[in-house]
């Protein structure tokens, strides 16, 4: 046998995700393996006709303590560390038998924690315990023993047991770093979870710690700017409708820039109902439009600023029609695109630049429902806070002019746009698109020049459109910014000190404002 191989004679089998076990337990018989299990996984096996011994009879022990004692004892434990070759003499004398595999999963710590009516108590029994100590000591003897904590590897151990009889240094060397890494995860959940409650059971809103896991997926070409390393990393359960959990259908490797931007498109067009496109270029919406259709969406988006769309990311909310690509191709370069369903019409379109990145988002239903945390990385630290989910309070009228109901959509729409644009932001909209957007300035006054700019340039009218602020105005110069470029309503959150004065200068041209109470900084 190949030196680099380990013959397989005996494995343990202990596991809570029972998935595809009896199938792989059934193929470890057929090769002459002896089984040895616990608990419920040896009770399955047998009603399975799968010939499987307890660990006691291994141990000349029991199971005790509601099954929290079973698999902690040197017979055990001297058959997974014991290194071949250097101690089979101590194994013999206490008679330890050697343990070639072992397959475990750990309790199902963070299903049960993340419902509901889990309580501390609870939590603290589905610690796992046994099975941690089980998969390190076989990943740290991986010279020797392989480890399985991943029921996606069975059918490929079991194919190298088929045809050679055991599993190669490789495979056992990369199923041991899986296995660390397994632990690791189960660990910080642990403590994330224990961290933020007391004894009592009360729970905090920010733990003592913050312990992550992420898995590489790609590396990339280089970061931000060519100088720069990179890779892709995703949560190990990416949510649905999320640029970690989108497939791509064409095109070249998406770069870190790309990531990036997709990801605020997709984010941005996930707040809108309707048909809609949103055009991002360097992560700042550059065009937004709904309509009845993709693709008149997509051309009302583009009309906002077809200079910077050059090279863009498009996204859109509804399936993407061969039409529509068309459309995109003949109009404009682009860099990727993306949408909850890529029409066959459409793959076929888009098959004639294959270098266009193509990405289907299965699903991207709206955030509202979600909770979940953004991070932001400092130098030797970490910020974290509650991701802006929300889009405005109570929505209160201050002017002596009143908006109108197409007025006040036009301001909503205006208003999850900002909620998406570097600060400080100032968007004009009107009838549903974007007419002019003004995006990262120091000053307020000068993102609203320049989103008069933006729309001049482009040939839009901004006269009767309505503008939206991510945050409150310090002075009345952007409304008098506003009024000049025919602004005729405004949508901000209100709260400074000056509130009056602003109120005062929209009066003065007759433009109608309402505050939101909720200010959408976006650094």
Known sequence: MNPDRVKINRALISVSDKTSIVEFATGLNEAGIKIFST??????LRDECVSVKDVSE???FPEIMDGRVKTLHPVIHGGILGR???DESVMAAQGILPIDLVVVNLYPFEQVTSRASCDLPTAIENIDIGGPTMLRAAAKNYRD????VDNAEYEHVLAQIREFDGIDLATRYRLAVKAFEH???YDAAIANYLGAIDSAGEKHEFGSTVNMQFRKVQTLRYGENPHQRAAFYIEHRPEPGSIASATQVQ???????????????LECVKQFEQPSCVIVKHANPCGVATSTTALDAYRRAFTTDPESAFGGIIAFNSSLSAET???????QFVEVIVAPVIEPGAVEALSLKKNVRVLECASQQSTADLKYMDFKRVRGGLLLQDADLALHGEIVHVTERRASKEQMEDMLFAWRVAKFVKSNAIVYVKDQMTIGVGAGQMSRVNSARIAAIKAEQAGMKVSGSVMASDAFFPFRDAIDTAA???????????GSMRDEEVIAACDEHGIAMVLTGMRHFRH
């Open 183 to 185: 632990s690791a995860g």
């Open 484 to 494: 000049e470029a025919g602004i005729s309503a405004i949508i901000q959150p209100g």
């Open 58 to 60: 291994l141990t000349g």
């Open 39 to 44: 608990g419920g996984t040896a009770q399955l």
């Open 251 to 265: 095109g070249k490797e998406l770069s870190y820039n790309n990531i990036a931007d997709t990801d605020a498109a």
């Open 145 to 148: 023993v392989g480890i399985i």
């Open 84 to 86: 071949r070759g250097q």
């Open 325 to 331: 690509v068309v459309e995109v191709l003949h109009r």
